[in-house]
């Protein structure tokens, strides 16, 4: 089969990875579609050097803009791109502009589609990627949905037919990430500042967070309480938004640095005292390495992260500063994430179910 893999943000290269190599080894042809949602170097090249990511045979360059003109700039480059390749099946991933947009051309233009981490939900409205996730789930083919409780979602949504069962493709790149940073015993990014288990490590960047100013400064004054240093991996929209705004994002224990390529940051993680995150993807790693989480939002879409008590939902500064310094959670042996194998699972799934 020729399968065309778009994706267009951070979170977006680290599933590709898995997702590459598995169609690589079942002996599937692969092409794959940078919309350049991302487009910082340190949110997408890097990715892709790091993962052993093949380049990209499409580079849309769609770069930063409001929701509408996005997923507008990804569609109307999207129709040439598929009639280039002409894929057996176009797979998009999670809950981006990119995946909305090119699920969306896919659709228009009569080529299967296949939704990675399909029935996710934060039930949510407010958040633009709970649009995103459901109108792709509904569009498309196949649903390759990465737990239990998305499965049951996609049967509450009519979908069960068209879904299936195959584990989180996170959970195997951040396997193998851990089993090479552990290996390599080569540190952490922020050693010499930082001892281990003596800091946080934070990443803040969705827009209810970020783009009201006085949301930021309760957000950037709850950090600063922390009772160890807080380093916030700036994404470049949060600096321009605290700039714009005038909010210091270097108060009390708060400390900023850039993003990390993905194993330093796995690496940092496992060497801090906690995560504190709005995003999705980073709550559950937190959850796989056993690293307790605070996320600054009402609702997560990893409700197994906060059954389990590795995970706290934190709003108002009163609450994230208690959830930062709560005690560490109790061991557990859970794996609802599947065993690392996910990417073989749904490569098979689309070979069996569009092939």
Known sequence: ??????????????????????????????????????????????????????????????????????????????????????????????????????????????????????????????????????????????????????????????????????????????????????????GYPLEDEFARGEFYVATIHRAENTDDPDRLREVVSALGQADKPVVLLAHPRVRAKAEEHGISLDEGALTTRDPLAYPELIASALASAGVITDSGGLQKEAFLLRVPCTTVRHETEWVETVDLGWNVLANTAEEITAAITRPAPAATDEAPYGDGRAAEAAVAAIADRIG
């Open 1 to 186: 089969m020729k399968i065309m893999s778009v994706v267009g943000a951070r979170p977006q290269f680290v599933k590709l990875a898995p997702i590459a190599s598995a169609l690589t080894a079942a002996g599937h042809e692969h092409i794959i579609v940078h919309t350049g949602q991302h487009y910082d170097p340190m949110l997408s090249d890097v990715f892709f050097r790091d993962l052993g990511i093949p380049a990209p045979d499409a580079h849309l360059g769609v770069g930063s803009g409001s929701h509408g003109v996005q997923t507008g700039a990804i569609l109307a480059q999207m129709d040439e791109v598929l009639e280039r390749f002409a894929p057996d099946c176009v797979l998009v991933y999670g809950d981006t502009n990119s995946t909305l947009a090119a699920a969306v051309s896919a659709v228009k233009l009569h080529y299967p589609v296949a939704h990675l981490e399909a029935g996710l939900r934060s039930f949510n409205r407010a958040m633009p990627e709970e649009h995103n996730r459901v109108l792709t789930d509904h569009a498309a083919d196949l649903c390759l949905a990465p737990t239990e409780v998305a499965m049951r979602h996609l049967a509450d949504e009519g979908l069960a037919e068209n879904s299936v069962l195959v584990g989180d493709v996170m959970t195997d790149v951040l396997f193998s990430v851990r089993d090479q940073v552990i290996a390599a015993g080569s």
